[in-house]
């Protein structure tokens, strides 16, 4: 095996969470958020409830073809397409908290299988995330993004790899787009020991809103020499 898919692949089984965390989230029953039916944090029939978002344009909502970044915005953002199943409402609002407080695991899988769906098998060769900054995930012990898209390359049978660290620690909550999008130019580098040359990465989150982190990140995996970029999504606010 190549010295970086060797990498790739020791890293992929290295796990961040506790593992008798992991074991009490998957023996501990889950009710479906939606029907409070036994089993798992979302039933399917309640998976397939949900608003579908349809295929626009994450930038400017403009219709597209296949969750594409319309031609305009292509010509300011680096991400090609950004999938998303549904919309940041009701039921997927309430999965997503799920991440961040008990019962992550669980939620990740759900979100990451919904996720897995929207994406085309053979588009992509490695899938990372952009990195939580990183008070928030020493606060909580776990990168909610990481355990999301570790879940869909399982499901899409791809390599994960930790492409990104993120630098600083700044809030973006509540700041208009321009000062969100200057912190975002410095808030992620790429790792050397992994070859991002040539390679088609999906760069995976739970909920997209401006897409200016997500831009931030994919700039960063082209500077590298990535030769695509594209971002999968749960859920659009
Ligand atoms: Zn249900
Ligand atoms: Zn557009």
Redesign the pocket.
Known sequence: MPGNRKQIYLQHKKYNMNILEHIIDFLAPHA??????EGSL??????SALPHYTSRCYRCTTTVDAYRTCEACRKVSPLTHVWAPTRYTHDAKTLVQFLKFERASAAAITIGDAIAQMVPPDSIQVVTHAPTASLRVRQRGYDQAQLIARQVARRLAVPYAPLLVRQGSQRQLGQSRQVRERQMATAFRTRRAYAIRQADVLLVDDVITTGSTLEAAAAVLCQAGARSVAAAVFAVA
């Open positions: 479906c958020i939606g029907c409070g039916g979302m039933c399917l029939p309640c998976m």
